[in-house]
């Protein structure tokens, strides 16, 4: 559901005779930010694990063991590239008339605006230390007592969705904002796999910056939010 949802309003802002042409960057950064409420609200079972940066911001805080972890990394990998597929039957006419071999990748992963592998690395490390520290902070559990208000969790997806639409707006535009290597890295084979007229190449000399940078940054997240959420 994330990445139908997500991958799709990358399409319709950016694909060729898409009615959303031209939507511009505020669109495709609510779009991903209602496609992670979408996603939420139905992965409730797992407790939304949806994102393996986030995966591993729990296993460092020590929340979550090893092999459930890796249960929940495989199964990401396997909805993100469900969810590319679909995207790809969705709009096969678009990818088919879009002319920008570079559009149709942008519709399945994300790419820098400024190459610079290092530079790229830090700002998916940032944006996604972001994400998961804010996300773990949802969680915190009030103490009347003490004075600590509770965590926004019990709203539910919302705050987690429009934590995602300020990370797009504020942090998003040198790298497109991947803060999930399982977003970038399914749809990137999801591309590379299927027979996308015109489609050019899958820029794997970067696919590695969306995937080690969030994995840094929520292991970041996971270290750091219980020495400094607790005193913030």
């Known amino acids: 559901m994330l990445l139908l949802l997500g991958g799709g309003v990358v399409a319709t802002a950016i694909l060729a005779k898409s009615k959303g042409l031209g939507g511009g960057w505020l669109l495709i950064n609510f779009g991903w930010g209602l496609a992670v409420f979408a996603g939420v609200t139905v992965s409730y079972a797992s407790g939304a694990h949806l994102n393996p940066a986030v995966t591993i911001g729990l296993l460092v805080k020590g929340d979550l063991d090893f092999p459930t972890a890796l249960v929940y990394w495989a199964a990401q990998m396997v909805g993100a590239i469900i969810g590319a597929v679909f995207v790809w039957l969705t709009f096969k006419q678009h990818l088919d008339a879009e002319e920008d071999p570079g559009a149709k990748l942008g519709v399945f992963s994300t790419g820098p605006a400024i190459r610079n592998y290092g530079w790229n ?46 990370i797009g707006a504020s942090l998003g535009g040198p790298t497109g904002y991947a803060i999930n290597p399982a977003r970038d890295l399914g749809p990137r084979i999801v591309h590379a796999l299927l027979p996308i007229k015109g489609k050019g190449s899958s820029d794997w000399s970067y696919a590695w910056v969306p995937i080690v940078g969030p994995l840094i940054g929520g292991a970041l997240a996971g270290g750091l939010s219980g020495v400094l959420l607790p005193i913030m």
């Open 121 to 166: 690395l830090v700002t998916e490390i940032v944006a996604t230390f972001v994400l998961v520290f804010v996300v773990i902070g949802f969680g915190r559990v009030g103490d009347a007592e003490l004075g600590v208000p509770a965590g926004l969790a019990a709203l539910g997806a919302l705050p987690v969705a429009l934590l995602v639409v300020g």
